[in-house]
T-cell receptor, first 112, second 116 residues
């Protein structure tokens, strides 16, 4: 069965520092991979997606992610974090039957 | 509409009551999904519609949960005889795509259900 692991429940970074959020997936075929962000009381907003092709994908708000098949990873990165990036981030894999399987999320705190 | 709209945003129910949660997807979106997000967890799949057809209901936790989309647009998730463990945020999402696994979902803000 498909699964997604986000090893870090909470991460705190200083404003202006770089960020990397980890995501590992388990899926037998070529995965479709997604990162979503959720602010308190809001729905999930798509940051970026990987379907095929270039393994480094660019998203909105200055985020990028790199698909590494050998490591079954799809880590999210941002070179310089802004206070407005504080939110919860979810990695997801597109599974059979059209469903997305989500990780448990990583809460990002930004300190000034 | 411009986005996925869900109502009510907040619902408090006494244990044993029935509740109905509504989802208005983006106009023209063929696919509609319901997810359940418990506190501190990621969303978990409940059910999926393509137009009015419910193609996957494998995530519904019990027969107390029922979803419908009779005209292929608005959907309702009904929970009968609510239990405390049903307390969660129920997220609706819609997408234009039909490609298995490659759906780019647009989510609503969710309906937060609290069962006392």
């Amino acid at each position: 069965a498909q699964s997604v692991t986000q090893p870090d429940i909470h991460i705190t970074v200083s404003e202006g520092a770089s960020l990397e959020l980890r995501c590992n997936y388990s899926y037998g075929a070529t995965p479709y991979l997604f990162w979503y962000v959720q602010s308190p009381g809001q729905g999930l907003q798509l940051l970026l997606k990987y379907f095929s092709g270039d393994t480094l994908v660019q998203g909105i708000k200055g985020f990028e992610a790199e698909f590494k098949r050998s490591q079954s990873s799809f880590n999210l990165r941002k070179p310089s974090v802004h206070w407005s990036d504080a939110a919860e981030y979810f990695c997801a894999v597109g599974a059979s039957g059209n469903k997305l399987v989500f990780g448990a999320g990583t809460i990002l705190r930004v300190k000034s | 509409g411009a986005g996925v709209s869900q109502s009510p945003r907040y619902k408090v129910a006494k244990r044993g009551q029935d509740v109905a949660l509504r989802c208005d997807p983006i106009s023209g979106h063929v696919s509609l999904f319901w997810y359940q997000q418990a506190l501190g967890q990621g969303p978990e799949f409940l059910t999926y519609f393509q137009n009015e057809a419910q193609l996957d209901k494998s995530g519904l936790p019990s027969d107390r949960f029922f979803a419908e989309r009779p005209e292929g647009s608005v959907s309702t998730l009904k929970i009968q005889r609510t239990q405390q463990e049903d307390s969660a945020v129920y997220l609706c999402a819609s997408s234009r795509g039909r490609i298995p696994g490659a759906n780019v979902l647009t989510f609503g803000a969710g309906s937060r259900l609290t069962v006392l």
